[in-house]
C-alpha cells in the first residue's frame, strides 16, 4: 500500500539545515496496525505529514498504491488528503461552533456529497463510535475522551484507505485512552489500515507492528505488539 524509498526532509532554520528525515525506507501493506514510536524531533511526525500529505518530501520516493504522491500537483494533494486519507490529532482539532453531528459532517461538505446523505453517514458513525446520543452536543459539552471518539469519527467520513493518528492519546487519561486504542484496533480488525505515532512504548506496543524512529531514522522495525 505505502511504499517509500530513501526519503528526506529537510527545514531550513536560518542559515542551518535540519534533515528531519534522512533517509527513509519503509513498506506498510493493507490491513496493517503500525506505531511509529521515537522521542521528539526523531522524525516520526515528518513522516506522517508526508505520508498524509500535509507536505512534501525533499528528497526520496513516496508511492501510495503504485501511485507517486510526490508528482501531484497541489489540486491532486488535495485531493488525494481528502479521498485517501483520515486523520486524528492529539488535539482534537473539533469546531467549537459545530455539534458533533456537524463536525463529522465537515469532511463530506467538502468532498460535495449531498446533505441528506451526509447527515446519514454522520449519524450512523457517531453511533458506530458510542456517541449517537450525544450528536447535537458541541464540543465544550463533551469529555476528553468524548471529543476524540468524534475525531475519529470525522475521519472516517469520506472512508479513508489510511488512518494516520498523531498521539492521539496524548491528552487523555490512561483509561480514556485505552478505550481510544481499543477503538483503533477496532477498526483495524474491520480492514483499516492504521499508523499511529507515539513517543509512549506502552501505546505502540498495541499495535501490530513498532517503526521506532532516532535522529530522522528508523533504528529498529518489529512485530512485537500485543494487538
Given at each position: 500500500m505505502?511504499?517509500?524509498?530513501?526519503?528526506?526532509?529537510?527545514?531550513?532554520?536560518?542559515?542551518?539545515?535540519?534533515a528531519?528525515l534522512?533517509?527513509v525506507?519503509?513498506?506498510?501493506?493493507r490491513?496493517e496496525?503500525?506505531?511509529v514510536?521515537?522521542?521528539?524531533?526523531?522524525?516520526?511526525s515528518?513522516?506522517?505529514?508526508?505520508?498524509?500529505?500535509?507536505?512534501?518530501p525533499?528528497?526520496?520516493?513516496?508511492?501510495f498504491?503504485?501511485?507517486?504522491?510526490?508528482q501531484?500537483?497541489?489540486?491532486?494533494l488535495?485531493?488525494?488528503?481528502?479521498?485517501?486519507?483520515?486523520?486524528?490529532?492529539?488535539?482534537?482539532?473539533?469546531?467549537?461552533?459545530?455539534?458533533a453531528l456537524?463536525?463529522?459532517?465537515?469532511?463530506?461538505?467538502?468532498?460535495?456529497l449531498p446533505?441528506t446523505?451526509?447527515r446519514?453517514?454522520a449519524?450512523?458513525l457517531?453511533?458506530?463510535v458510542g456517541?449517537?446520543?450525544?450528536?447535537?452536543?458541541?464540543?465544550?459539552q463533551?469529555?476528553?475522551?468524548?471529543?476524540?471518539?468524534?475525531?475519529?469519527?470525522r475521519?472516517?467520513a469520506?472512508?479513508?484507505?489510511?488512518?494516520?493518528?498523531?498521539?492521539?492519546t496524548?491528552?487523555?487519561?490512561?483509561?480514556?485512552?485505552?478505550?481510544?486504542?481499543?477503538?483503533?484496533?477496532?477498526?483495524?480488525a474491520?480492514?483499516?489500515t492504521?499508523?499511529?505515532?507515539t513517543?509512549?512504548?506502552?501505546?505502540?506496543?498495541q499495535?501490530?507492528?513498532?517503526?521506532?524512529?532516532?535522529?530522522?531514522?528508523?533504528?529498529?522495525?518489529?512485530?512485537g505488539?500485543?494487538?
Amino acid at each position: 500500500m505505502i511504499q517509500i524509498e530513501d526519503l528526506t526532509k529537510v527545514y531550513r532554520m536560518g542559515d542551518e539545515e535540519v534533515a528531519a528525515l534522512a533517509g527513509v525506507s519503509l513498506r506498510i501493506e493493507r490491513g496493517e496496525h503500525v506505531a511509529v514510536i521515537g522521542p521528539s524531533g526523531s522524525g516520526k511526525s515528518s513522516l506522517m505529514n508526508v505520508l498524509g500529505g500535509l507536505d512534501r518530501p525533499t528528497g526520496g520516493h513516496y508511492r501510495f498504491e503504485g501511485e507517486d504522491v510526490g508528482q501531484f500537483d497541489d489540486d491532486a494533494l488535495a485531493g488525494f488528503r481528502r479521498r485517501r486519507i483520515g486523520f486524528v490529532f492529539q488535539s482534537f482539532q473539533l469546531l467549537p461552533r459545530l455539534t458533533a453531528l456537524q463536525n463529522v459532517e465537515l469532511p463530506m461538505v467538502y468532498a460535495g456529497l449531498p446533505r441528506t446523505e451526509r447527515r446519514e453517514r454522520a449519524t450512523a458513525l457517531l453511533e458506530r463510535v458510542g456517541l449517537g446520543p450525544r450528536k447535537s452536543h458541541r464540543p465544550t459539552q463533551l469529555s476528553g475522551g468524548q471529543q476524540q471518539r468524534v475525531a475519529i469519527a470525522r475521519s472516517l467520513a469520506n472512508n479513508p484507505d489510511l488512518l494516520l493518528a498523531d498521539e492521539p492519546t496524548g491528552a487523555l487519561d490512561t483509561q480514556t485512552g485505552q478505550e481510544v486504542l481499543a477503538l483503533f484496533r477496532e477498526l483495524n480488525a474491520g480492514g483499516l489500515t492504521v499508523v499511529l505515532v507515539t513517543h509512549d512504548k506502552g501505546v505502540a506496543d498495541q499495535a501490530h507492528r513498532r517503526v521506532a524512529f532516532l535522529d530522522g531514522l528508523i533504528v529498529s522495525d518489529d512485530h512485537g505488539g500485543k494487538a
